[in-house]
């Protein structure tokens, strides 16, 4: 009976929850120059074998204290490199004795994976022929007796032309593999496909070249509806609908949350068969060090051209657990997100959102890339859109989605609104305020618009009916000369730590004398 036990003993020590992850490590690179490297990792630009030493060691430390037992990681320069990774691993007690990698010719670098289970099989699906195209990795781990297909991203990045039609390549190069699996695969897609799980609500105008379809959605049909998962066939669930939305995200650019990674899910792994997600188990990845003290992401440090040998990445990893189980719809699929229409006042009230909030006539009064400066009323209160307002027009009015919502040192912002409804055209003129509007009280809150200004600049202040107001040209090498006497079109009444009157464009403003 001993015997039994002993040998039946490492299949129930298996048979238990396993935790899969994955992680843009942001740039792992070898020392060893090959000629596809990007510019800045060469010696040139103190990338040593010091420096990949300590970029190793950051990468194993946030590993092991992530513990995934499957792990996809993009951003690998190659296969030498993951090896390398691979044994520091070892080395520090949380070895991953599996592993596998894409080969993709004339990338800067790879997609690959680490794993604790056996890796039984693997191959690439190749995405395209264009430099810097990388493939998609599908590797065949066997996980509890179950064959699991992993497959690894890293879709084209949306900087430098990162157009939504090439991500489409991706998506359509993915679908395609996944169209000749048979209907009962357990599968997983996981990585950085770039786009976050939002992103159909409203494309960024900049990248918008397929009339806001994308690839994510509209190919590979991801949804964070748990309910049209079940009712479609061919649907992909992102697991990101699990979390408030004030956690959803693992990205910062700029300021603004992302969600470019994700774990997607078909619905064999959320069946009563084989492998299953563990409802509610999804998260990020989040420690004190991978935070500066300042509370962004503490990247990879690079800066005036050198590697500086400190940080981690500009990603935090995500995760989820599953198991053998029968999947159990709990806490935390996808929560019924109330949606109420509210004012803007009531923003200012709130420094995070439960549920989503609608915005009636929102009329937009100022308007600059993806920022812009929105009223419902003459009388009501103004808030800045930041980051969020691409497919907006001046003088127009919408409805208005809001998902999220910031105070950056004290300046109320929206950073996720999308686009309801279109109104009509409005005259915005009984919105601004003027040089009058200074002695009344609306003149002290942020968030206003004023026009036609006239008054003197000196030394970082704004002095204008008897008023000093403290003024910050958004474009530094057009501050106008001390003591100018100036005429400002438009300003935007900000605040950074203080009120400040905020000129975003030379156009803005004429200097009458010196």
């Given at each position: 009976m001993r015997i039994v036990l002993l040998l039946i003993l490492p299949f129930f020590l298996l048979a238990k929850p396993f935790k899969v992850a994955t992680y843009n490590v942001e740039n792992l690179f070898d020392a060893r120059y090959s000629g596809t490297e990007y510019q800045e990792y060469t010696k040139k630009h103190n990338w040593t074998e010091r420096t990949v030493e300590i970029k190793l060691n950051h990468t194993a430390e946030v590993i092991c204290d992530l513990n995934a037992d499957i792990?996809?990681?993009?951003?690998?320069?190659?296969?030498?490199?993951?090896?390398?990774?691979?044994?520091?691993?070892?080395?520090?007690?949380?070895?991953?004795?599996?592993?596998?990698?894409?080969?993709?010719?004339?990338?800067?670098?790879?997609?690959?994976?680490?794993?604790?289970?056996?890796?039984?099989?693997?191959?690439?699906?190749?995405?395209?022929?264009?430099?810097?195209?990388?493939?998609?990795?599908?590797?065949?781990?066997?996980?509890?007796?179950?064959?699991?297909h992993i497959f690894v991203n890293h879709w084209k990045s949306r900087s430098r032309e990162g157009w939504e039609s090439k991500r489409m390549v991706y998506a359509k190069a993915l679908q395609k593999r996944l169209d000749r699996l048979p209907g009962s695969a357990e599968y997983l897609l996981l990585g950085d496909f770039n786009t976050d799980y939002d992103a159909y609500l409203s494309l960024e105008a900049r990248i918008n070249d397929t009339e806001g379809k994308t690839g994510l959605h509209d190919i590979v049909h991801a949804t964070d509806d748990l309910s049209s998962l079940t009712r479609e066939a061919g649907r992909h669930y992102t697991?990101?609908?699990?979390?408030?939305?004030?956690?959803?995200?693992?990205?910062?650019?700029?300021?603004?949350?992302?969600?470019?990674?994700?774990?997607?899910?078909?619905?064999?792994?959320?069946?009563?068969?084989?492998?299953?997600?563990?409802?509610?188990?999804?998260?990020?990845?989040?420690?004190?060090?991978?935070?500066?003290?300042r509370g962004y992401i503490n990247s990879w440090e690079y800066k005036k051209g050198k590697h500086r040998g400190r940080g981690y990445s500009d990603h935090l990893p995500i995760y989820a657990y599953f198991d053998t189980k029968p999947y159990h719809l709990g806490k935390g699929a996808k929560r019924t997100i109330q949606r109420e229409v509210k004012p803007i006042e009531y923003l200012y009230g709130t420094e995070t959102l439960s549920g989503e909030l609608v915005l009636k006539d929102a009329v937009v009064l100022w308007k600059e890339r993806g920022n812009a400066l929105i009223k419902q009323s003459p009388e009501g209160r103004g808030i800045f859109l930041y980051g969020c307002a691409d497919g907006l027009q001046e003088g127009k009015a919408y409805d208005l989605l809001v998902r999220g919502i910031k105070t950056y040192h004290g300046l109320k912002e929206i950073t996720h609104a999308y686009l309801l409804k279109e109104k009509a055209e409005t005259d915005i003129s009984p919105y601004l305020l003027t040089q009058g509007d200074l002695s009344?009280?609306?003149?002290?809150?942020?968030?206003?618009?004023?026009?036609?200004?006239?008054?003197?600049?000196?030394e970082g202040y704004f002095y204008v009916s008897?008023?000093?107001?403290?003024?910050?040209?958004?474009?530094?090498?057009?501050?106008?000369?001390?003591?100018?006497?100036?005429?400002?079109?438009?300003?935007?009444?900000?605040?950074?730590?203080?009120?400040?009157?905020?000129?975003?464009?030379?156009?803005?403003f004429t200097v009458l004398e010196k």
């Open positions: 792990l996809g990681v993009q951003e690998i320069e190659n296969e030498p490199i993951l090896r390398a990774l691979q044994k520091k691993l070892d080395e520090v007690g949380c070895a991953y004795p599996y592993l596998a990698i894409t080969h993709t010719k004339r990338a800067s670098v790879q997609v690959g994976l680490l794993s604790r289970f056996p890796i039984r099989s693997t191959k690439e699906i190749a995405v395209g022929r264009s430099p810097g195209t990388r493939n998609i990795l599908e590797a065949v781990a066997e996980v509890q007796n179950t064959p699991l697991l990101w609908g699990e979390l408030e939305l004030d956690g959803r995200w693992n990205t910062k650019f700029y300021g603004r949350r992302g969600t470019p990674d994700h774990i997607l899910l078909p619905r064999t792994m959320m069946d009563d068969k084989g492998i299953n997600y563990i409802d509610g188990s999804f998260g990020v990845f989040r420690r004190s060090y991978l935070f500066t003290k009344k009280p609306i003149a002290t809150r942020q968030n206003e618009l004023f026009k036609s200004l006239t008054g003197i600049y000196r008897g008023r000093k107001i403290p003024i910050y040209f958004k474009k530094r090498n057009s501050t106008p000369p001390n003591g100018s006497k100036l005429k400002i079109a438009y300003a935007h009444l900000g605040y950074y730590k203080n009120l400040q009157l905020v000129v975003y464009s030379p156009k803005d």
